[in-house]
Every structure is written in C-alpha cells, then in structure tokens.
T-cell receptor, first 113, second 115 residues
C-alpha cells in the first residue's frame, strides 16, 4: 500500500533555527506529495505540493520541500523558525491510483523563544 | 468567501443514537471530501464527491455511515447507531478543478463524542 511515514511525532527548535520535518513515502512510482499545516483550532492548510514538476518545491510562509526519489523522501524545511510556525504538520500522498488521499500521523512543531 | 464551514462544531451523543453533520464547501468548488481524525493521528479519508456523485468510499466507511451531496453544494454525513469508536473529529474539505485531492481547503471540523 502506498503511504507516508513521518519520523518524529514531536520536534522542538529554537526561534531562528532550521526547521526540518521528515516524511518518507512508499510507492513504486513517484506519487503526488503534499505538506499541510494545522494551527490550533484551525482547519488544515496546504503548505506545498509536489506533482512531478520541479523537485524543489517552495510553499507558503518560507517553507520548502525537496522530492528525493533515491531516498523516497519529501522532507519539509524552513531556514529560520518563527514562533508562529508552532503547529501540527502533516505529510500527505495521492497514490498512483488517484482515488484516495493518505496523511501521515503528523509532527507537532514547538518553537522555543 | 468564508471558506469551508461545518456544523455543528461539537456533538455529544449517547451510544446507539444517530448523528448528522453538515459541510458547506467553498462556493463553486466541485469536489468535496470527508475525513476522520482521531487523537494523535492524521486525518483518514472516508469519501469524496464530484458535484453530486459519490465517486470513492474508503473501507473505513462502514454500513452505518452514509454521506450525501444532493445538489452538488452542501454535504451531510450521517452515522447511525453510533459507537464509542466513532468518537473523532470529522473533517470536510473542498477543492476546485479537474485534479482530485489537489489543493484541498479544510473546514474546522466537527468533534463527535460518543458516551
């Protein structure tokens, strides 16, 4: 089954430090991949998506992710964390059948002042 | 445009009762999705509609669950004979265009507690 795995359910970084949230996928062919963010008491919001174009994808709020086929990864990064980045982040995948959407279990990001 | 709205935001019910949730998508969005999210987990896909047609249902959607989108606008999700395991956040999302699941806009969710 095609799915995504998020390593680390909780990540803490200092304000201004690099943010790295990990996502690995399992798929025999390159799937479509996504990162969503969920702020407290808000609905999920799309950060960025990979749909087989450029492997380095830039999203909102300074986030970006790189699709690496050799590593089956789609890690999310941001050079400098801001307090407002504290939220739950979900990696997602559309398998090549295209008929469902799967989320990872999520990573809670804490930003320490 | 106020985004995707869901009603109610919270629902407490007793085991065995039926409940119905409503989702109003962003106007003109042709696709509508339902997910379930339990504590500490990512959302799990339940079903989706293209206009009024229900095109896909997850195996998670047991016979006690039914979803409708009668006029291709709002949708309802009904759970019959609720069980404690149904306690979860039920999320609705919508999207526009020909690509399914891309750029989903999510509502705030309905939190169901079955006692």
């Amino acid at each position: 089954a095609q799915s995504v795995t998020q390593l680390g359910s909780h990540v803490s970084v200092s304000e201004g430090a690099l943010v790295l949230l990990r996502c690995n996928y399992s798929s025999s062919v390159p799937p479509y991949l996504f990162w969503y963010v969920q702020y407290p008491n808000q609905g999920l919001q799309l950060l960025l998506k990979y749909t087989s174009a450029a492997t380095l994808v830039k999203g909102i709020n300074g986030f970006e992710a790189e699709f690496k086929k050799s590593e089956t990864s789609f890690h999310l990064t941001k050079p400098s964390a801001h307090m407002s980045d504290a939220a739950e982040y979900f990696c997602g995948i559309i398998p090549n059948t295209g008929n469902q959407f799967y989320f990872g279990t999520g990573t809670s990001l804490t930003v320490i002042p | 445009d106020t985004g995707v709205s869901q009603d109610p935001r919270h629902k407490i019910t007793k085991r065995g009762q039926n409940v119905t949730f409503r989702c109003d998508p962003i106007s003109e969005h042709n696709r509508l999705y339902w997910y379930r999210q339990t504590l500490g987990q990512g959302p799990e896909f339940l079903t989706y509609f293209q206009n009024e047609a229900q095109l896909e249902k997850s195996r998670l959607l047991s016979d006690r669950f039914s979803a409708e989108r009668p006029k291709g606008s709002f949708s309802t999700l009904e759970i019959q004979r609720t069980e404690q395991g149904d306690s979860a956040m039920y999320l609705c999302a919508s999207s526009l265009g020909s690509a399914t699941f891309e750029e989903q806009y999510f509502g705030p969710g309905t939190r169901l507690t079955v006692t």
